[in-house]
């Protein structure tokens, strides 16, 4: 291109288009001492290497004024002050220009026609544009009427093809998607197409009210997605959202005319309680903050009667498993973790069983008590003993050699006029001598040197106490209404 110029002192491409140069494009230029090639479309990435190289073993000045637009991670930097290391060709392809028209989600009715119009940047070493449906790449049917046009490429800068569906069919439906090669990497756009038949079916208008809020649902044309905003509270409540932007619900409606998939995740939670436990179990834990993470968790449970949603106990459970692992080098933690499990025994029944049927989360609950004594026995702990509300905890560290049998006890305090035992009747006790009234369990090694008659105790835990008979992990001893676990 620039042949004979050996006297050339200073080029100016700046205000043409293009979005690269190809390599030794400026050999014949031997007395060149500053280039100017700004655009509004430059690329900066490995392909541009080669200039940098050159400038810098010429002594060519490539102008300040020369500034990249892609890839968005140099955006708007001089390519003369750039490393060659930082000149790379990273996935995916960023081009300056690619549109697919129509860009949003096609409906269409049986027997439509649908055109299609893909444009991209033309670069050196772009190979062609392709259509594909559902992955599989597309050519010219004429019995199916798909129509794929000839790429054509316009001054230098851009590539089009265009596809044209002259009579849609239920087959037609999908993904349709455009997708650019070349030697610098691989980019695609797509757009979504629903074809209806006449007289397709609807979804009926339907109510739902779960634990993110009530909605009303329109009635839906079949095979159409339609989107809800989620319930807006009020600014003094806790709100999250884990969408961007405004968060919205969202509901199929199959070809059948029924209501098939549907995603509330994006929405807060409708009960202020579970509000907050989602906030809470959101929050990242490590050693430095797990402690007070935990004894957050403690206090909130505390009212854990008060628990309506099955949600609420599975959040907890899932923040246990996520402390446990921290048992045995945080200091205090376990008992922190007693407490929790003990404060959700005041859920309701209905409650606790419906998170068990859920997804374990009352058996998860006792296994993070259970991992207290493995996790916190060792050579210079050989005793644990942690006292509760509902759940008391003894764990001994014996040698095989040593063991000659065992006998737990656990008691509790009553008040003297009532005897309602204070695990299920914790409204009795006053909070501020709650730790009067904790559950006591201790064992001894050995025969028993005292009577379990004056001792009237049960502990239970009425969503998980299903199958333990069965765990083999555990002795159960009993004596009148006497339970105990023993932990080994």
């Known amino acids: 291109m620039f042949i004979g110029l050996h006297n050339l002192h200073k080029l100016n491409l700046s205000g043409n288009i293009f979005s690269t140069l190809e390599s030794d494009l400026f050999k014949e230029l031997s007395s060149l001492k500053v280039i ?34 892609y890839p968005q991670k140099v955006q708007g930097r001089a390519l003369h002050a750039l490393e060659k290391a930082q000149l790379t060709c990273d996935k995916p392809l960023e081009i300056p220009m690619f549109q697919i028209i129509p860009s949003q989600k096609q409906v269409v009715f049986h027997g439509d026609r649908l055109p299609f119009h893909c444009t991209a940047t033309y670069m050196p070493g772009t190979g062609d544009i392709y259509w594909l449906h559902d992955g599989q790449r597309v050519a010219s049917n004429e019995e199916h009427g798909i129509f794929v046009e000839e790429s054509v490429v316009h001054d230098c800068c851009l590539i089009t093809r265009d596809l044209i569906l002259s009579n849609v069919d239920v087959e037609s439906s ?77 509901r199929k409606c199959g070809r059948a005319g029924l209501w098939t998939e549907e995603d509330y995740a994006a929405c807060p939670f409708s009960n202020e309680v579970t509000r907050h436990l ?99 026995l060792n050579g210079k702990t050989q005793v644990v003993s942690k006292v509760s509300l509902n759940i008391a905890l003894e764990a001994i560290l014996i040698k095989p050699a040593s063991f000659i049998g065992m006998t737990c006890i656990a008691y509790q305090r009553t008040s003297a006029h009532s005897a309602r ?60 209404d006497f339970v105990a676990w023993l932990f080994l």
């Open 36 to 69: 100017y090639f700004s655009t509004e479309s430059l690329i900066c990435d490995c392909h541009m290497k080669w200039i940098v190289t050159w400038a810098e073993e010429t002594a060519v000045r490539i102008s300040e004024d020369t500034v990249c637009m």
């Open 174 to 250: 999908g993904v349709w998607e455009c997708q650019v090669n070349s030697s610098y990497g691989v980019t695609s756009k797509e757009v979504e197409v629903v074809v209806l038949e006449t007289g397709a079916p609807y979804c009926p208008m339907e109510r739902i009210i779960n634990n993110r809020g009530e909605y009303r649902w329109p009635r839906t044309i079949a095979g159409m997605t339609t989107f809800h905003p989620c319930r807006q509270f009020p600014v003094n409540s806790l709100y999250y959202s884990d969408a961007v932007g405004d968060p919205k619900a969202w």
């Open 421 to 480: 035992s204070l695990i299920h009747g914790n409204e009795d006790v006053d909070s501020e001598n709650i730790q009067n009234h904790n559950l006591i369990l201790k064992c001894t090694s050995g025969s028993l040197n005292g009577s379990l008659v004056n001792f009237s105790a049960k502990i239970c835990c009425p969503a998980c106490s299903q199958g333990f008979t069965q765990w083999s992990d555990y002795f159960i001893m009993k004596s009148m």
């Open 278 to 376: 989602h906030a809470i179990s959101l929050v990242p834990v490590n050693d430095t903050n797990v402690l007070e993470y935990a004894e957050q968790l403690m206090t909130y449970t505390r009212g854990a009667s008060d628990f309506t949603d099955k949600m609420d106990v599975l959040l907890v459970a899932d923040m246990m498993e996520k402390m446990i692992t921290f048992v045995g080098h945080i200091k205090h933690l376990e008992g922190i973790i007693i407490e929790i499990a003990s404060n959700i025994m005041s859920v309701k029944d209905h409650i606790l069983w419906m998170a068990q049927s859920e997804a374990k989360a009352c058996t998860r609950i006792v296994r993070c008590v259970e991992q207290i004594s493995a996790l916190s």
